[in-house]
């Protein structure tokens, strides 16, 4: 598979379904067939969504799991034309109980080798990719733990100095709700730029896959019409060989009536 392994399925998937709310941390959370719904809402976009035409049963008990990923197998198989029969949901769900998640990154790379075209083009240079940007990720998270609490350790220290200063605790307060109120506008003006920088993003990402699924459109398309044209021109040279033919054979049968005709 190109090694895809867990961790790049798992960024990938988190990426594709995050507009639905949902997120996966390990690969059996795809045993309950909706993230995988909602995976294939956001590859296929089909008119009606999945996760409103497949209904699956509450539960978490492994009968629950296998009947809604039977179900599910299903929907992916009519969303996407590809083949996924040879997936047992018994097998699946207790491979993945198991820990063993095989065969569902074999399902995830049928997806992303037929809805991804930078995939389809270079699966090892993709699988790189995804990769890193999973490690950037996770960096830009360390990023931000460690700078949370640099700032709750740097509000205990000034606490800790207001209070042997002698400051009033009302006085303490109040500057405590102060730089409170403050933190929180720059927090809220930080998260206000970094969802407009993701979004761009975002925008840049979908405007991308557009444009490749709109040149692979073009391309099966004029590979459909080259097609259609060699057929017309093998039916066109046949007809007129097979007139050539039957004109040859009248000839022919012309040349020997003459022939067969009785003297008077």
Same mark, same amino acid.
């Given at each position: 598979?190109?090694?895809?392994?867990?961790?790049?399925?798992? #960024?990938?998937?988190? /990426?594709?379904?995050?507009?639905?709310?949902? +997120?996966?941390? /390990?690969?059996?959370?795809?045993?309950?067939?909706?993230?995988?719904?909602?995976?294939?809402?956001?590859?296929?976009?089909?008119?009606?969504?999945? +996760?409103?035409? /497949?209904?699956?049963?509450?539960?978490?008990?492994?009968?629950?799991?296998?009947?809604?990923?039977?179900?599910?197998?299903?929907?992916?198989?009519?969303?996407?034309?590809?083949?996924?029969?040879?997936?047992?949901?018994?097998?699946?769900?207790?491979?993945?109980?198991?820990?063993?998640?095989?065969?569902?990154?074999?399902?995830?790379?049928?997806?992303?080798?037929?809805?991804?075209?930078?995939?389809?083009?270079?699966?090892?240079?993709?699988?790189?990719?995804?990769? !890193?940007?999973?490690?950037? #990720?996770? $960096?830009?998270?360390?990023?931000?733990?460690? &700078? =949370?609490?640099?700032?709750?350790?740097?509000?205990?220290? &000034?606490?800790?100095?207001?209070?042997?200063?002698?400051?009033?605790?009302?006085?303490?307060? %109040?500057?405590?709700? $102060?730089?409170?109120?403050?933190? =929180?506008?720059?927090?809220? +003006?930080?998260?206000?730029?970094?969802?407009?920088?993701?979004?761009?993003?975002?925008?840049?990402?979908?405007? !991308?896959?557009?444009?490749?699924?709109?040149?692979?459109?073009?391309?099966?398309?004029?590979?459909?019409?080259?097609?259609?044209? $060699?057929?017309?021109?093998?039916?066109?040279? %046949?007809?007129?060989?097979?007139?050539?033919? !039957?004109?040859?054979?009248?000839?022919?049968?012309?040349?020997?009536?003459? #022939?067969?005709?009785?003297?008077?």
């Amino acid at each position: 598979m190109e090694g895809l392994d867990a961790d790049a399925a798992i #960024h990938w998937v988190n /990426t594709q379904v995050s507009s639905a709310d949902l +997120r996966i941390e /390990t690969p059996s959370d795809l045993a309950s067939g909706e993230v995988l719904l909602a995976l294939m809402d956001a590859l296929a976009r089909p008119l009606t969504p999945l +996760r409103q035409s /497949t209904v699956l049963q509450s539960g978490k008990s492994k009968f629950v799991k296998i009947d809604n990923l039977a179900k599910v197998l299903e929907a992916v198989s009519a969303a996407s034309g590809l083949s996924v029969a040879q997936y047992s949901p018994l097998d699946l769900v207790s491979s993945l109980e198991m820990g063993d998640a095989n065969q569902m990154l074999e399902i995830l790379w049928k997806l992303i080798l037929k809805y991804d075209a930078e995939a389809a083009r270079d699966p090892g240079q993709w699988v790189a990719n995804v990769k !890193r940007k999973r490690e950037l #990720h996770l $960096e830009a998270l360390q990023v931000a733990e460690a &700078k =949370r609490q640099q700032e709750q350790q740097e509000l205990i220290d &000034k606490e800790r100095a207001q209070r042997q200063l002698g400051v009033g605790p009302n006085e303490v307060l %109040r500057k405590q709700a $102060e730089d409170e109120a403050a933190e =929180r506008e720059r927090k809220q +003006r930080e998260e206000g730029e970094r969802l407009r920088r993701q979004q761009e993003a975002e925008d840049a990402a979908r405007a !991308r896959r557009l444009e490749e699924e709109e040149r692979e459109r073009v391309r099966l398309q004029e590979e459909e019409e080259r097609r259609e044209a $060699e057929r017309l021109e093998d039916a066109r040279r %046949r007809a007129q060989e097979e007139e050539l033919e !039957r004109l040859r054979k009248e000839a022919e049968e012309q040349e020997v009536l003459p #022939h067969l005709t009785p003297s008077p």
